[in-house]
């Protein structure tokens, strides 16, 4: 089964001094996402993020499948030494790669590192931080995912054999609270049966609650 890393890339929310509710709702869709099995990294993290993360990652839900997940402080090269685990044996999901993610990837690869960059649009390829460190790199399609969604995709391609092309989406969906209230998302999604975005568990809530609060400032 694959590993997944993910580089924590994001700013600790600034009165709690650790990473954003939003956030943390998308990296527990990343272990539902990866499933039983895998195993994700999440690395980068502050002292204080890292330790709620880690407290975050033993409460579940009754029937709940997740994958195990590690908070790291310290960053994907470290983690990558302690592993030993070599430089071309890590594919960096880039959107600027020459390569599409493909399922014969998963014979050469055995971790998967995206940027924990969850809410850049437009994206300010913060990605090249990685980049920069030489690994190789495949891209997953030409529309921004959030990176829960690119995880899933991932996933897809390379334990359940599934190209790409064949992935049911939904680019842009407008997340619809009642006849007055919604919000256009500027990413794609994985789409459901009903042809409705995956979206992580709360985050309708959350997005509901944001918006009801931009309107308090008029």
């Known amino acids: 089964m694959p590993t997944y890393i993910i580089e924590h ?14 956030v943390e709702l998308e990296y527990r869709q990343m272990r539902i996402l990866a499933g039983e099995g895998s195993t994700v990294h999440f690395t980068a993290l502050s002292k204080s993020s890292s330790s709620s993360l880690a407290s975050a990652f033993t409460a579940s839900k009754p029937g709940e499948h997740l994958a195990p997940a590690k908070a790291h402080t310290e960053g994907i090269l470290d983690l990558m030494k302690s592993e030993g685990v070599e430089l071309g044996k890590v594919c960096l999901l880039d959107p600027k790669s020459d390569k599409e993610l493909s399922p014969e990837d998963a014979e050469e690869f055995s971790w998967f590192l995206f940027g924990g960059i969850l809410g850049d649009d437009p994206p300010r390829d913060r990605t090249s931080e990685l980049r920069n460190l030489g690994f190789p790199t495949r891209h997953l399609g030409p529309v921004q995912m959030t990176t829960d969604t690119a995880l899933g995709v991932t996933k ?7 190209p790409l092309q064949e992935i049911p ?4 969906p407008t997340i619809t609270f009642n006849p007055r209230e919604s919000v256009e998302m500027p990413f794609r999604y994985i789409a459901n049966e009903k042809k409705e975005p995956i979206l992580p568990a709360g985050m309708r809530e959350l997005l509901q609650k944001d918006l009801n609060k931009s309107f308090d400032f008029f």
Not at 17 to 22: A, F, R, Y
Not at 156 to 162: L, Q
């Open 156 to 162: 897809k391609v390379i334990h359940d054999i599934v």
């Open 169 to 172: 989406y939904i680019d842009y």
């Open 9 to 22: 890339m994001e700013e600790d929310d600034e009165d709690t001094k650790v990473i954003p509710e939003w």
